[in-house]
Protein backbone atom coordinates (compact mmCIF):
# COMPACT_ATOMS: atom_id res chain seq x y z
CA UNK A 1 0.00 0.00 0.00
CA UNK A 2 1.24 3.81 -0.94
CA UNK A 3 3.19 5.36 2.14
CA UNK A 4 1.16 8.34 1.64
CA UNK A 5 -1.85 6.42 1.61
CA UNK A 6 -1.70 4.75 4.59
CA UNK A 7 -0.06 8.25 6.55
CA UNK A 8 -3.05 10.12 5.46
CA UNK A 9 -5.01 7.58 7.11
CA UNK A 10 -3.36 7.81 10.17
CA UNK A 11 -3.61 11.17 10.21
CA UNK A 12 -7.10 11.10 9.59
CA UNK A 13 -8.12 8.75 12.31
CA UNK A 14 -5.81 9.93 14.90
CA UNK A 15 -7.58 13.06 16.63
CA UNK A 16 -10.87 10.84 16.03
CA UNK A 17 -9.11 8.17 18.44
CA UNK A 18 -7.47 11.45 20.62
CA UNK A 19 -11.54 12.75 21.43
CA UNK A 20 -12.94 9.50 21.93
CA UNK A 21 -10.26 8.63 24.51
CA UNK A 22 -11.02 12.56 25.88
CA UNK A 23 -14.77 11.94 26.25
CA UNK A 24 -14.30 7.92 27.69
CA UNK A 25 -14.78 8.70 31.01
CA UNK A 26 -18.23 8.67 30.41
CA UNK A 27 -18.18 4.91 30.07
CA UNK A 28 -15.10 3.72 31.24
CA UNK A 29 -13.73 5.72 34.66
CA UNK A 30 -10.09 5.34 34.05
CA UNK A 31 -6.84 8.58 33.38
CA UNK A 32 -6.92 7.80 29.91
CA UNK A 33 -8.78 11.48 29.35
CA UNK A 34 -5.84 12.95 30.90
CA UNK A 35 -3.46 11.59 28.57
CA UNK A 36 -5.85 12.29 25.57
CA UNK A 37 -6.21 16.08 26.66
CA UNK A 38 -2.56 16.12 27.40
CA UNK A 39 -1.57 14.69 23.80
CA UNK A 40 -4.08 17.28 21.97
CA UNK A 41 -2.55 20.05 23.86
CA UNK A 42 1.12 19.54 22.95
CA UNK A 43 0.44 18.73 18.99
CA UNK A 44 -1.78 22.07 18.92
CA UNK A 45 1.11 24.31 21.23
CA UNK A 46 3.57 22.98 18.22
CA UNK A 47 1.69 22.71 15.30
CA UNK A 48 -0.93 25.81 15.46
CA UNK A 49 1.14 28.20 16.85
CA UNK A 50 -0.12 30.98 15.40
CA UNK A 51 -3.33 30.30 16.92
CA UNK A 52 -2.07 29.92 20.07
CA UNK A 53 -0.89 33.43 20.37
CA UNK A 54 -4.45 34.72 18.78
CA UNK A 55 -6.31 32.87 21.54
CA UNK A 56 -4.48 33.97 24.28
CA UNK A 57 -5.16 37.76 23.53
CA UNK A 58 -8.38 36.90 25.13
CA UNK A 59 -9.19 38.21 28.13
CA UNK A 60 -10.79 34.79 29.62
CA UNK A 61 -7.91 33.04 28.51
CA UNK A 62 -5.69 35.67 29.97
CA UNK A 63 -8.21 35.10 33.81
CA UNK A 64 -7.75 31.36 33.04
CA UNK A 65 -4.14 31.02 32.92
CA UNK A 66 -3.72 33.49 35.38
CA UNK A 67 -5.90 31.27 37.62
CA UNK A 68 -3.95 28.32 36.99
CA UNK A 69 -0.59 30.42 37.85
CA UNK A 70 -2.27 31.54 40.98
CA UNK A 71 -3.51 27.97 42.24
CA UNK A 72 -0.29 26.08 40.95
CA UNK A 73 1.93 29.13 42.88
CA UNK A 74 -0.38 29.19 45.69
CA UNK A 75 0.80 25.08 46.02
CA UNK A 76 4.12 25.49 45.63
CA UNK A 77 4.61 27.72 48.06
CA UNK A 78 2.45 25.80 50.91
CA UNK A 79 4.56 22.79 50.12
CA UNK A 80 7.54 23.73 50.35
CA UNK A 81 7.31 26.03 52.99
CA UNK A 82 4.73 24.21 55.09
CA UNK A 83 4.73 20.60 53.93
CA UNK A 84 1.19 20.86 52.84
CA UNK A 85 0.20 18.64 50.11
CA UNK A 86 -3.55 18.87 50.60
CA UNK A 87 -5.80 16.44 48.19
CA UNK A 88 -6.63 16.50 44.25
CA UNK A 89 -5.30 20.10 44.22
CA UNK A 90 -3.55 20.02 40.92
CA UNK A 91 -7.05 19.98 39.35
CA UNK A 92 -7.45 23.68 39.85
CA UNK A 93 -4.82 24.16 37.34
CA UNK A 94 -6.54 22.50 34.08
CA UNK A 95 -8.14 26.02 33.16
CA UNK A 96 -4.54 26.69 32.08
CA UNK A 97 -5.52 24.00 29.14
CA UNK A 98 -8.82 25.26 27.89
CA UNK A 99 -7.28 28.05 25.19
CA UNK A 100 -5.15 25.26 24.04
CA UNK A 101 -7.39 22.85 23.91
CA UNK A 102 -9.95 25.55 22.21
CA UNK A 103 -6.76 25.19 19.62
CA UNK A 104 -6.95 21.80 19.20
CA UNK A 105 -11.00 21.47 18.98
CA UNK A 106 -10.82 24.23 16.23
CA UNK A 107 -8.27 22.65 14.25
CA UNK A 108 -10.09 19.06 14.50
CA UNK A 109 -14.08 20.21 14.76
CA UNK A 110 -15.22 17.78 12.39
CA UNK A 111 -13.17 14.19 14.17
CA UNK A 112 -15.39 15.26 17.21
CA UNK A 113 -18.72 14.31 15.48
CA UNK A 114 -17.00 11.36 14.15
CA UNK A 115 -16.07 10.64 17.77
CA UNK A 116 -19.37 10.58 19.16
CA UNK A 117 -20.23 8.20 16.86
CA UNK A 118 -18.03 6.26 17.71
CA UNK A 119 -18.68 6.62 21.89
CA UNK A 120 -22.53 6.42 21.41
CA UNK A 121 -22.01 3.00 19.82
CA UNK A 122 -19.83 1.62 22.53
CA UNK A 123 -22.18 3.11 25.11
CA UNK A 124 -25.07 1.65 23.49
CA UNK A 125 -22.85 -1.88 23.23
CA UNK A 126 -21.61 -1.72 26.37
CA UNK A 127 -25.10 -1.37 28.03
CA UNK A 128 -26.96 -4.13 26.06
CA UNK A 129 -23.92 -6.53 27.25
CA UNK A 130 -23.27 -5.19 30.78
CA UNK A 131 -26.68 -3.76 32.33
CA UNK A 132 -27.84 -6.70 34.85
CA UNK A 133 -31.06 -7.14 34.31
CA UNK A 134 -32.14 -9.31 36.81
CA UNK A 135 -30.55 -7.36 39.93
CA UNK A 136 -32.26 -4.15 38.33
CA UNK A 137 -35.95 -6.16 38.10
CA UNK A 138 -34.99 -7.46 41.82
CA UNK A 139 -34.48 -3.80 42.73
CA UNK A 140 -31.18 -4.04 43.69
CA UNK A 141 -28.52 -1.59 43.31
CA UNK A 142 -26.26 -1.31 40.65
CA UNK A 143 -22.82 -0.19 39.41
CA UNK A 144 -23.49 0.79 35.90
CA UNK A 145 -21.04 0.53 32.80
CA UNK A 146 -17.32 0.79 33.96
CA UNK A 147 -16.97 3.18 36.70
CA UNK A 148 -15.98 2.44 40.55
CA UNK A 149 -19.43 2.41 41.76
CA UNK A 150 -22.74 3.09 41.37
CA UNK A 151 -22.91 6.91 42.03
CA UNK A 152 -20.33 7.28 39.53
CA UNK A 153 -21.95 4.91 36.85
CA UNK A 154 -25.33 6.90 37.17
CA UNK A 155 -23.53 10.79 36.61
CA UNK A 156 -22.12 9.13 33.54
CA UNK A 157 -25.03 6.96 32.56
CA UNK A 158 -27.45 10.38 32.93
CA UNK A 159 -24.46 12.34 30.80
CA UNK A 160 -25.35 9.94 28.05
CA UNK A 161 -28.71 10.31 28.39
CA UNK A 162 -28.58 13.76 27.82
CA UNK A 163 -25.99 13.68 25.13
CA UNK A 164 -27.84 11.53 22.98
CA UNK A 165 -30.83 13.38 22.46
CA UNK A 166 -28.96 16.39 21.65
CA UNK A 167 -26.59 14.60 19.13
CA UNK A 168 -29.91 13.16 17.51
CA UNK A 169 -31.43 16.60 17.38
CA UNK A 170 -28.47 18.43 15.99
CA UNK A 171 -28.59 15.47 13.18
CA UNK A 172 -32.24 16.34 12.37
CA UNK A 173 -31.60 20.43 12.67
CA UNK A 174 -28.86 20.59 10.38
CA UNK A 175 -30.24 18.22 8.15
CA UNK A 176 -27.52 15.56 8.13
CA UNK A 177 -27.74 13.02 5.65
CA UNK A 178 -30.26 10.27 5.95
CA UNK A 179 -27.90 7.55 6.72
CA UNK A 180 -26.38 9.69 10.05
CA UNK A 181 -29.84 11.08 10.79
CA UNK A 182 -31.22 7.67 11.18
CA UNK A 183 -28.22 5.44 12.93
CA UNK A 184 -28.36 8.90 15.33
CA UNK A 185 -32.12 8.54 16.04
CA UNK A 186 -31.19 4.58 16.74
CA UNK A 187 -28.52 4.99 19.04
CA UNK A 188 -30.73 7.44 20.56
CA UNK A 189 -34.00 5.32 21.57
CA UNK A 190 -31.11 2.22 22.59
CA UNK A 191 -28.83 4.62 24.81
CA UNK A 192 -32.10 6.69 26.31
CA UNK A 193 -33.90 3.30 27.10
CA UNK A 194 -30.67 1.89 28.68
CA UNK A 195 -29.46 4.72 30.34
CA UNK A 196 -32.68 5.20 32.25
CA UNK A 197 -32.94 1.83 33.28
CA UNK A 198 -29.05 2.03 35.05
CA UNK A 199 -30.15 5.24 36.51
CA UNK A 200 -33.04 3.25 38.11
CA UNK A 201 -30.92 0.53 39.41
CA UNK A 202 -28.10 2.83 40.46
CA UNK A 203 -30.23 4.27 43.22
CA UNK A 204 -28.41 7.21 42.64
CA UNK A 205 -30.52 10.46 44.40
CA UNK A 206 -28.32 13.10 43.79
CA UNK A 207 -28.41 11.79 40.16
CA UNK A 208 -32.21 11.41 40.24
CA UNK A 209 -32.58 15.13 41.91
CA UNK A 210 -30.28 16.64 38.88
CA UNK A 211 -32.19 15.21 35.99
CA UNK A 212 -35.47 17.00 36.91
CA UNK A 213 -33.98 20.31 36.11
CA UNK A 214 -31.90 18.94 33.25
CA UNK A 215 -34.64 17.38 31.77
CA UNK A 216 -37.57 21.19 32.44
CA UNK A 217 -34.29 22.49 30.65
CA UNK A 218 -34.80 19.95 27.41
CA UNK A 219 -38.45 20.93 27.26
CA UNK A 220 -38.07 24.42 27.16
CA UNK A 221 -35.32 24.40 24.98
CA UNK A 222 -36.90 21.77 22.29
CA UNK A 223 -40.14 23.92 22.54
CA UNK A 224 -38.84 27.33 22.63
CA UNK A 225 -35.39 27.44 21.87
CA UNK A 226 -34.77 24.48 18.61
CA UNK A 227 -37.78 24.56 17.43
CA UNK A 228 -38.04 21.34 15.43
CA UNK A 229 -40.67 19.60 14.70
CA UNK A 230 -39.30 16.18 15.06
CA UNK A 231 -37.13 17.56 18.37
CA UNK A 232 -40.46 18.71 19.76
CA UNK A 233 -41.92 15.20 19.22
CA UNK A 234 -39.11 13.24 20.40
CA UNK A 235 -38.95 15.38 23.65
CA UNK A 236 -43.17 14.79 24.18
CA UNK A 237 -42.72 11.32 24.05
CA UNK A 238 -39.20 10.80 25.94
CA UNK A 239 -41.25 13.12 28.50
CA UNK A 240 -44.35 10.51 28.51
CA UNK A 241 -42.02 7.85 29.09
CA UNK A 242 -39.99 9.55 31.93
CA UNK A 243 -43.07 9.77 33.48
CA UNK A 244 -44.81 6.92 32.86
CA UNK A 245 -41.45 4.80 33.96
CA UNK A 246 -41.31 6.87 37.36
CA UNK A 247 -44.96 6.16 38.12
CA UNK A 248 -44.16 2.02 37.75
CA UNK A 249 -41.17 2.20 39.58
CA UNK A 250 -42.89 4.57 42.51
CA UNK A 251 -42.78 2.30 45.29
CA UNK A 252 -38.90 1.12 44.58
CA UNK A 253 -38.10 5.56 44.31
CA UNK A 254 -40.25 5.83 47.48
CA UNK A 255 -38.50 2.84 49.73
CA UNK A 256 -35.24 4.67 48.38
CA UNK A 257 -35.57 8.33 48.95
CA UNK A 258 -38.32 9.33 50.87
CA UNK A 259 -36.44 9.13 54.17
CA UNK A 260 -33.52 11.26 53.11
CA UNK A 261 -36.56 13.46 51.49
CA UNK A 262 -38.38 13.74 55.24
CA UNK A 263 -34.78 14.22 57.03
CA UNK A 264 -34.12 17.24 54.13
CA UNK A 265 -37.61 18.98 54.20
CA UNK A 266 -36.72 18.40 58.41
CA UNK A 267 -33.49 20.55 58.02
CA UNK A 268 -35.12 22.96 55.30
CA UNK A 269 -38.60 23.63 57.66
CA UNK A 270 -36.09 25.04 61.00
CA UNK A 271 -33.70 26.97 58.75
CA UNK A 272 -36.76 28.35 57.42
CA UNK A 273 -38.15 28.87 61.26
CA UNK A 274 -34.35 30.81 61.42
CA UNK A 275 -32.52 28.09 63.46
CA UNK A 276 -28.64 28.11 62.63
CA UNK A 277 -27.30 26.03 59.74
CA UNK A 278 -24.55 24.14 62.07
CA UNK A 279 -26.95 23.63 65.08
CA UNK A 280 -29.36 22.11 62.34
CA UNK A 281 -26.72 20.07 60.90
CA UNK A 282 -25.14 18.66 63.66
CA UNK A 283 -28.91 17.78 65.37
CA UNK A 284 -29.90 16.18 62.20
CA UNK A 285 -26.63 13.71 62.84
CA UNK A 286 -27.46 12.85 66.12
CA UNK A 287 -30.19 11.98 64.86
CA UNK A 288 -31.64 8.49 64.65
CA UNK A 289 -34.04 8.82 61.66
CA UNK A 290 -31.14 10.47 59.84
CA UNK A 291 -30.45 7.92 56.91
CA UNK A 292 -26.91 7.01 57.04
CA UNK A 293 -25.58 8.53 53.82
CA UNK A 294 -27.28 11.96 54.75
CA UNK A 295 -25.54 11.16 57.85
CA UNK A 296 -22.22 11.10 56.56
CA UNK A 297 -22.66 13.90 53.89
CA UNK A 298 -23.85 16.50 56.87
CA UNK A 299 -20.69 15.38 58.84
CA UNK A 300 -18.51 16.22 56.08
CA UNK A 301 -20.33 19.18 55.76
CA UNK A 302 -20.44 20.34 58.66
CA UNK A 303 -16.46 19.97 58.67
CA UNK A 304 -15.69 21.79 55.25
CA UNK A 305 -17.80 24.70 57.05
CA UNK A 306 -15.49 24.55 60.25
CA UNK A 307 -12.44 24.78 57.94
CA UNK A 308 -14.36 27.41 55.30
CA UNK A 309 -14.78 29.79 58.87
CA UNK A 310 -10.82 29.95 58.91
CA UNK A 311 -10.45 31.53 55.91
CA UNK A 312 -13.33 31.97 54.03
CA UNK A 313 -12.48 34.85 51.49
CA UNK A 314 -9.58 32.88 50.15
CA UNK A 315 -9.77 29.65 51.52
CA UNK A 316 -7.04 27.48 53.04
CA UNK A 317 -5.37 26.44 50.39
CA UNK A 318 -3.51 23.04 50.96
CA UNK A 319 -3.70 23.39 54.41
CA UNK A 320 -7.37 22.68 54.48
CA UNK A 321 -6.92 19.33 55.12
CA UNK A 322 -4.53 19.67 57.95
CA UNK A 323 -7.91 21.89 59.67
CA UNK A 324 -10.25 19.25 58.82
CA UNK A 325 -8.56 16.75 60.79
CA UNK A 326 -9.07 19.12 63.95
CA UNK A 327 -13.15 19.71 63.11
CA UNK A 328 -15.77 18.00 64.77
CA UNK A 329 -16.33 14.50 62.43
CA UNK A 330 -12.54 14.25 61.88
CA UNK A 331 -13.70 10.64 62.41
CA UNK A 332 -15.49 10.41 59.10
CA UNK A 333 -13.94 7.93 56.74
CA UNK A 334 -13.71 10.49 54.01
CA UNK A 335 -12.14 13.74 52.94
CA UNK A 336 -13.79 13.37 49.71
CA UNK A 337 -16.44 16.24 50.83
CA UNK A 338 -19.26 15.25 48.74
CA UNK A 339 -20.11 19.00 47.86
CA UNK A 340 -18.58 20.11 44.55
CA UNK A 341 -18.93 24.10 45.43
CA UNK A 342 -17.52 23.19 49.40
CA UNK A 343 -14.22 21.65 47.59
CA UNK A 344 -13.78 25.03 46.11
CA UNK A 345 -14.47 26.80 49.25
CA UNK A 346 -12.46 25.09 51.46
CA UNK A 347 -9.31 25.23 49.31
CA UNK A 348 -9.97 29.21 47.52
CA UNK A 349 -12.68 30.94 49.16
CA UNK A 350 -15.47 32.68 47.82
CA UNK A 351 -13.16 34.50 45.60
CA UNK A 352 -12.18 31.18 43.97
CA UNK A 353 -15.41 30.20 43.74
CA UNK A 354 -16.46 33.23 42.08
CA UNK A 355 -13.71 33.32 39.52
CA UNK A 356 -15.02 29.80 38.11
CA UNK A 357 -18.50 31.44 38.69
CA UNK A 358 -17.52 34.09 36.06
CA UNK A 359 -15.20 31.45 33.70
CA UNK A 360 -18.77 29.71 33.74
CA UNK A 361 -21.12 32.95 32.92
CA UNK A 362 -18.61 33.76 30.39
CA UNK A 363 -19.01 30.61 28.53
CA UNK A 364 -22.53 30.30 28.63
CA UNK A 365 -23.01 33.90 27.23
CA UNK A 366 -20.06 32.80 24.25
CA UNK A 367 -21.72 29.38 23.41
CA UNK A 368 -24.96 31.33 22.81
CA UNK A 369 -23.85 34.10 20.76
CA UNK A 370 -21.98 30.95 19.15
CA UNK A 371 -25.44 29.30 18.46
CA UNK A 372 -26.88 32.59 17.13
CA UNK A 373 -24.18 33.20 15.13
CA UNK A 374 -24.49 29.30 13.33
CA UNK A 375 -21.08 28.43 14.49
CA UNK A 376 -22.75 25.37 16.41
CA UNK A 377 -26.07 24.37 16.41
CA UNK A 378 -29.07 25.00 18.50
CA UNK A 379 -28.81 21.55 19.65
CA UNK A 380 -25.68 22.02 20.56
CA UNK A 381 -26.06 24.88 23.00
CA UNK A 382 -28.99 23.01 24.59
CA UNK A 383 -26.86 20.57 25.34
CA UNK A 384 -24.29 22.36 26.70
CA UNK A 385 -26.67 24.51 28.98
CA UNK A 386 -28.48 21.03 29.93
CA UNK A 387 -24.87 19.37 31.17
CA UNK A 388 -23.80 22.65 32.84
CA UNK A 389 -27.47 22.60 35.37
CA UNK A 390 -27.20 18.93 35.14
CA UNK A 391 -23.61 19.06 36.86
CA UNK A 392 -23.94 21.60 38.71
CA UNK A 393 -26.68 19.92 40.56
CA UNK A 394 -24.84 16.56 40.71
CA UNK A 395 -22.08 18.51 42.55
CA UNK A 396 -24.67 19.52 45.40
CA UNK A 397 -24.92 16.37 46.78
CA UNK A 398 -21.37 14.70 45.46
CA UNK A 399 -17.63 15.55 44.31
CA UNK A 400 -18.01 14.62 40.51
CA UNK A 401 -15.52 17.66 39.87
CA UNK A 402 -13.04 15.41 41.18
CA UNK A 403 -13.91 12.50 39.28
CA UNK A 404 -12.53 11.41 35.69
CA UNK A 405 -16.36 11.99 34.32
CA UNK A 406 -16.19 15.72 36.37
CA UNK A 407 -12.86 16.87 34.97
CA UNK A 408 -12.90 15.72 31.46
CA UNK A 409 -16.32 17.49 31.49
CA UNK A 410 -14.83 20.75 32.64
CA UNK A 411 -11.55 20.57 30.34
CA UNK A 412 -14.48 20.09 26.95
CA UNK A 413 -16.57 22.95 28.09
CA UNK A 414 -12.97 24.95 28.37
CA UNK A 415 -12.04 23.67 24.84
CA UNK A 416 -15.38 24.65 23.72
CA UNK A 417 -15.27 28.23 24.39
CA UNK A 418 -12.48 29.14 23.21
CA UNK A 419 -12.97 26.70 19.82
CA UNK A 420 -16.21 28.89 19.20
CA UNK A 421 -14.87 32.44 19.91
CA UNK A 422 -11.62 31.71 17.18
CA UNK A 423 -14.35 30.64 14.69
CA UNK A 424 -16.78 33.47 15.36
CA UNK A 425 -13.59 35.73 14.73
CA UNK A 426 -13.13 33.87 11.44
CA UNK A 427 -16.42 33.95 10.40
CA UNK A 428 -16.24 37.80 11.14
CA UNK A 429 -12.88 38.19 9.23
CA UNK A 430 -14.64 35.73 6.21
CA UNK A 431 -11.72 34.46 6.34
CA UNK A 432 -10.63 30.28 6.38
CA UNK A 433 -9.49 29.10 9.70
CA UNK A 434 -5.89 29.54 9.87
CA UNK A 435 -5.72 25.88 11.82
CA UNK A 436 -6.67 24.41 8.62
CA UNK A 437 -2.79 24.40 7.60
CA UNK A 438 -1.95 23.66 11.56
CA UNK A 439 -3.17 20.65 13.33
CA UNK A 440 -5.59 19.16 10.39
CA UNK A 441 -3.07 20.97 7.72
CA UNK A 442 -0.79 18.75 8.76
CA UNK A 443 -1.62 15.64 10.89
CA UNK A 444 -5.30 15.47 9.13
CA UNK A 445 -6.28 17.77 6.31
CA UNK A 446 -9.78 18.55 7.23
CA UNK A 447 -9.84 21.79 8.03
CA UNK A 448 -12.41 24.71 7.37
CA UNK A 449 -15.58 25.70 8.64
CA UNK A 450 -18.25 22.90 9.76
CA UNK A 451 -21.15 23.98 11.75
CA UNK A 452 -22.05 20.88 14.06
Known amino acids: MNKTLVYNRITAALPVVLWLAFMSAVVVE ?13 IAAVTCQADCRRV ?12 AAYALI ?9 GEHGASEWLYVFPAFFPILGVALTATWKSVERALFALFAIAALLFVVLTPYGSIAAGDQISPLLHHNSIHGAVGCGFLFLGVFHFM ?6 GAARRARNVAIALALVIMAFALVNIYGAKSKGVWLALLPALATMVICAFVYIRQAHVRTAMVALTGIVVVGSYLVRANLEKVALATFNSVAGIGTRLYD ?14 NGTPTSLDERLQLWTNALEVLKVNPIFGSGNGWLTIWHTTDYAGVPYTLIHNGYLEILVRYGFVG ?23 ISKSAFSCYL ?14 NNRLAIGESF ?42 G
Open 30 to 42: SDVYRYAAITLTI
Open 410 to 451: VLLCGALTFACALRMRDRARDVKLTTATGLEGGMIGQGGSHR
Open 386 to 399: TFVIYFCFTILSNS
Open 74 to 82: RFLFEYIAF
Open 169 to 174: AHQIEV
Open 274 to 287: GDSLIAVMKDAIAS
Open 353 to 375: LGIFVLILAATIHRLHRAALAGV
Open 56 to 67: MRDWLAVLCVAW
